[in-house]
């Protein structure tokens, strides 16, 4: 933590062994361990008063591989230890619940009352479920739907929609966020507050390149790492969307 203090996010006992039989690849029937509520990674809130952490809850596989991924859902509880549980599921991965996947923390927004996730399922490498926002007082999640996902009406129990390079990169002072328009091929890099409002575009015409965002530490400016093969250029925009470089 950043004061320094130890914070044990689980312990012994909520592990547990686990193993799948491979019934697709070539290694079929061989069966793969894994332990049940690893922890693979955790968000410290800004505030310091809660943590976002990922642990495991069983294999995946995909495109006839072995079940070697992990699949993974997201739990919450106060810095001190108290208060744990889960963070609840998005209507899609309820709707498919059959279909293990992985629930993929996004950002914490800077009030520290709420955080941003989406779900993948196996073989998702550009789509998701919409993004969704999680409040720490436990109430349901709300549909985040100040991303622009494209053109169509977006149904947030069944739709894979593209969340690769669209995730909001949120400033963890003020609540602002930027985001890549449409995904992996929206030509676009939205600055907007968190709430969707005040939408401005910093860069346009990106088409299928890549794109890197980062806030500073201090929220005092975002920079844009955008590259193809040949060339990349960094560009920075003060907190109010006002490029500075």
């Given amino acids: 933590m950043p004061s320094g203090k130890q914070v044990d996010l689980v312990s012994l006992s909520e592990m547990e062994s686990g193993f799948e039989v491979d ?20 968000w410290v809130s800004p505030d310091g008063n809660y943590i976002v952490y990922s642990v495991q809850d069983g294999l995946v596989s995909c495109c006839m591989a072995p079940p070697t991924g992990e699949s993974s859902v997201l739990k919450i509880m106060k810095s001190d230890g108290s208060e744990k549980r889960l963070v609840g599921r998005t209507p899609r991965s309820l709707h498919y619940k059959s279909f293990p996947g992985r ?9 520290s009352k709420s955080f941003v996730f989406h779900d993948q399922f196996s073989g998702e490498s550009t789509g998701g479920s919409p993004f969704f926002l999680a409040n720490v007082d436990g109430s349901p999640n709300q549909f985040f739907d100040v991303i622009d996902y494209g053109n169509k009406e977006v149904v947030v129990d069944t739709d894979q929609v593209i969340v690769a390079l669209a995730e909001p990169y949120l400033s963890p002072k003020d609540n602002v ?14 600055f907007s507050n968190t709430d969707g409002t005040d939408k401005k575009v910093l860069l346009d015409g990106i088409g299928g390149v890549m794109s890197h965002i980062k806030w500073s530490s201090g929220g005092e400016w975002v920079d844009i790492i955008v590259e193809d093969e040949n060339i990349g250029m960094t560009y920075r925009f003060n907190k109010k969307g006002e490029r500075i470089k």
């Fill in 23 to 42: 019934n697709w690849s070539s290694d079929e029937d061989k069966i793969y361990s894994f332990i049940k509520g690893k922890v693979l990674d955790y």
């Fill in 177 to 190: 966020m930027v985001y890549r328009k449409e995904g992996i091929f929206g030509d676009k890099i939205i």
């Fill in 103 to 111: 629930m993929i923390f996004d950002g914490w927004l800077s009030d």
